[in-house]
Every structure is written in C-alpha cells, then in structure tokens.
C-alpha cells in the first residue's frame, strides 16, 4: 500500500441547504472536484442538506450527491425535518440512522494501530423545530454499532454537543447533550462529527476531539467566517483537521495527538466512589 494511502481520510460536509436563494453550484461543484482528488475513505455529510425540507431540494441535493464517487455517510438536520421533510430524506437517503465499517488490511492495520473504523451517524433533528435531541432509548442501539473494540470510532450528529464559540447566545444543542456526551465517553469514541452552527470550530473534551464544520456553500455566515468544509486525517500518532475554504485554501486548523489522547483519558479518571455516590452519571 502506498504510504499516502494509509491514514484515514474523512471529508466533512455540512449545512449544505439547496433551496437557499444563497446557494453556490459553482462552490459545490468545487467541492465535488476537490473531495474527488482528495479519495477519501468515507464522506460524512452531517445534515442541512436543503432549506425548508421541500422534496424539490432534497431532489436538488441527491443529484449534487450522486456525483460523489466516495462511499458516504448522510444524515439529516433540523431544516430536513421541516415541511415533514423527514418523508423525504427516507425516499432519497435512505434510514436517517446509520453506520459505516471499513475493516484495514493487515500492513494498513500495523500501521494506524486499529483493525479498522467506524462512522455510527444518528438523526438528532425533530420535527419543525430548531432543537434537537438523540433520546436515552438510541443509546443502546449507538453501544451495538460501536461493535468491534480495536476500531477507530467516530460519532456524526447533525447538532453541536459543545456550545461553538462566535454564534451568539447558546440555543439549539442536543436537548440530551450531557447524557450523550457520557455515553459516547464510555464508549471510548475517538472522533464527534457535528455541523448546525455554520462555524468550524474544534474542542478535546476527555480525550474525544470533538470537530464542528462550517456551512460548505452558502453565504448563511456569521461575521468573517466564510464558507468551508472539513478533512479528517488520522494517522498513527495524530488526527488532523484541515479546513477547505471556497477560495481553494486548505489550511492545518487542528492537530490531536492519539497518543496525548489515551494520556488524557487516564489522566482524567472519576473515581468509582463518585459513580458509586451518583448512579445516574455511571458507565
């Protein structure tokens, strides 16, 4: 195997909304042609794929889509939800909730110190509102997919679980932010895959490197920030985030170290007496 070949490469893409009257083609198409270039493992789009959930923008959307020649990861936001947009997505999309394996080749496997990975993708968006929530009764179905233990595992939900810095007043995380954020700890997941706030931000919560993405061909921006999208790249020792913006940079945002990462988690330990005084916390 080539050695370019061997880290991991996710492309993520979000908040998408065909149907704006803001929308880019000429971006999208960009982006269509750089993630073809890129050939990464996996596409992730982490939801807000049309504006008002319309079955001509989700139409809109899969034609963009299918010109991905990438396995892909698609889930739905709030404003897919809209307009009972959520019939839709299943006519065009498929189950809102998904996973994606791919199990490496043994020199792949030695390499990256995994047998694999894992991209478990969950619909956080409800009906007609902005708000979202996964629920206590999806938990155990996330803990099923998060099967195989030597894995890399990454989680995509469509709304932020930590508030993003620069996008006003908090509103809108996941309803459950904290409970999920428990679970998904104590499911060891490496990587969270978020959109929603229109601004790429990065935070390393526990060991868990949480990544938010902006919105990747509109002009719905806060401030400066303009459109982008994010690429994942995990190797053996680092996960790295490079922010692809619509004036073709593509700039190193955020380096993580997976070695740091284990350090971190056994540096952060809550101790059994704590879960023993406080049930509803414990793994």
Known sequence: MEISKIPVRIAQVSDVHCGTPSFSAEVMRSIIDRIGSMEPDVVV???????????????????????????????????????????????YFGNPWG????????????????TGFTIVGVDSSEPDINEGEVGLERYRWIEEQFDEPDHIKIFAVHHHLVSIPGTGRERNTVADAGDLLAELLRQDVDVVISGHKH??????????????????????????????????????????????????????????????????????YLTRAFYNSNPIAAP
Not at 53 to 70: K, S
Not at 99 to 114: G, H, K, N, S
Request: net charge neutral.
């Open 99 to 114: 996973c994606y394996r791919q199990t490496f080749d043994p020199v792949r496997a030695e390499r990256l110190q995994a």
């Open 199 to 268: 601004v790429p931000y990065f935070w390393g919560l526990n060991g868990m490197l949480v990544c938010n993405s902006g919105t990747a061909t509109t002009r719905r921006v806060r401030g400066g920030v303009p459109p982008s999208w994010n690429e994942i790249v995990i190797d053996a020792s680092t996960i790295k985030v490079y922010v692809h913006y619509e004036d073709l940079r593509r700039e190193l945002s955020l380096l993580f170290s997976r070695k740091t990462r284990a350090l971190t988690r056994e540096a952060f």
């Open 45 to 91: 789009i982490a939801g807000d794929l049309t504006t008002d959930g319309y079955e001509w923008e989700f139409d809109e959307a899969f034609r963009w889509l299918e010109q991905i020649g990438a396995p892909m990861l698609i889930i739905p936001g709030n404003h897919d939800a809209r307009n009972v947009g959520y019939f839709h997505f299943h006519k």
